[in-house]
């Protein structure tokens, strides 16, 4: 794909992702349904796409500045471990339910109302996405220093001679008669 | 082929692969608490087990829960269930724990039966003491849990059962 056209479409898709469509469907959610979630379960859920959709605007941003420039220069190095960073924290964000310093280990204190005098405690262990997303991210930040490297230094690189048409094409003499 | 596209290629599949376990395990854990929980207009807004009270003829109560597991999901699921009874001064008298591995597409039934005897249900009776239950759910072979535990008046418990 051209470097303008995705510079246009991954942003777009990104906004759409993370700022369009969530604000949309939260939007469908009953509003019981939102109060029961932060009552029960201590979670913001219109507080959270708020924060989804911030971030969204940001990597979008990031992705524009990236495919706006070409993968020698600095600017695409830094938007691009910009952009990787924000990645990855919105998905520690996700699976730590508006919580990214869990690491995706959420625990929550129940409030179970037909039961008044009761107590509970809520663990999810979701450590293993965490981990799988680190070691994505670094192979990623090794990717992008491995790219811009390799490509800085085709770049610097002097180009190859330009061939002259006649001058370098090889004699050909089968047409030429034997010299006398 | 270059190393940076060798690891490009690496990180997409990387990708796609958390994808697809994220939404195995997603699938497995919504399917199988769906499936799983009371329904019926019998059952609707009751609680996901069955208590039940009996008393022997020595004075002593015999309590049993059931807990109906259906795993609807895609993955095997490990389900464990601890129950105790803990007096006033926190010392526990009765615990009881059952776990069960359930394979795709399989119902169990986890059931805890206990009896207490006369003398601890006197020490349960008192202001203070208190059941503790716990309900702990694992998949992707035990890399991915949940438990939830609950702490109650035992008095409130005994009440439920009535």
């Known amino acids: ?22 604000n949309v469907l939260v939007g469908l959610v009953p509003a ?37 420039w070409e993968k020698w220069s600095w600017v695409h190095l830094g938007s691009s471990l910009a952009s990787e960073g924000g990645w990855l924290f919105l998905w520690l964000l996700l699976l730590g339910v ?12 129940l409030e179970i109302t037909p039961l008044a005098a009761a107590q509970g405690t809520l663990v999810v262990d979701l450590r293993f996405f965490a981990f799988f997303l ?10 992008i220093l491995l790219t811009f490297n390799v490509a800085r230094r085709s770049r610097s690189e002097p180009p190859a001679p330009p061939v002259h048409p006649l001058k370098d094409k090889p004699l050909d003499r089968s047409d030429e008669s034997p010299p006398i | 082929m270059r ?11 990387l990708h796609v692969l958390y994808v697809v376990i994220l939404f195995l395990v997603g699938y497995t854990t919504v399917a199988t608490i769906m499936a799983s929980l009371p329904s019926g207009p019998e059952q609707e807004g009751g609680m996901p087990f069955d208590l039940r009270l009996e008393e022997t003829e020595a004075g002593a109560q015999v309590m049993t829960l059931a807990f109906p597991v259906h795993n609807e999901g895609l993955l095997p699921v490990d389900i464990r269930v601890r129950v105790r009874l803990l007096n006033q001064a926190g010392v526990v008298l009765v615990e009881e724990e059952s776990s069960r591995n359930i394979p795709p597409g399989q119902s169990e039934g986890l059931e805890l039966t206990f009896t207490i005897s006369e003398e601890k249900l006197e020490q349960v009776s008192h202001a203070g003491a208190r059941a503790e239950g716990m309900i702990e759910y694992k998949t992707l072979y035990g890399l991915v849990s949940a438990s939830a535990s609950l702490q109650m008046a035992a008095a409130e418990l005994r009440q439920g059962g009535e």
């Open chain 1, 32 to 68: 019981e349904a939102v109060e029961m979630l932060r009552q029960v379960v201590q979670v913001d859920l219109r507080g959270m796409v708020v924060v989804v959709a911030s971030l969204g605007v940001a990597l979008a941003a990031l992705s524009f500045l990236k495919n706006t």
């Open chain 2, 3 to 13: 190393p940076e596209k060798v690891l490009g290629i690496s990180i997409v599949s």
């Open chain 1, 134 to 143: 680190i070691v994505i991210a670094g192979l990623t930040v090794v990717n």
């Open chain 1, 98 to 109: 508006g919580d990214p310093s869990c690491l995706g280990r959420i625990t929550r204190a």
């Open chain 1, 1 to 22: 794909m051209r470097l303008r056209v995705r510079a246009i479409v991954f942003p777009t898709i990104i906004l759409l992702v993370l700022a369009v469509i969530p």
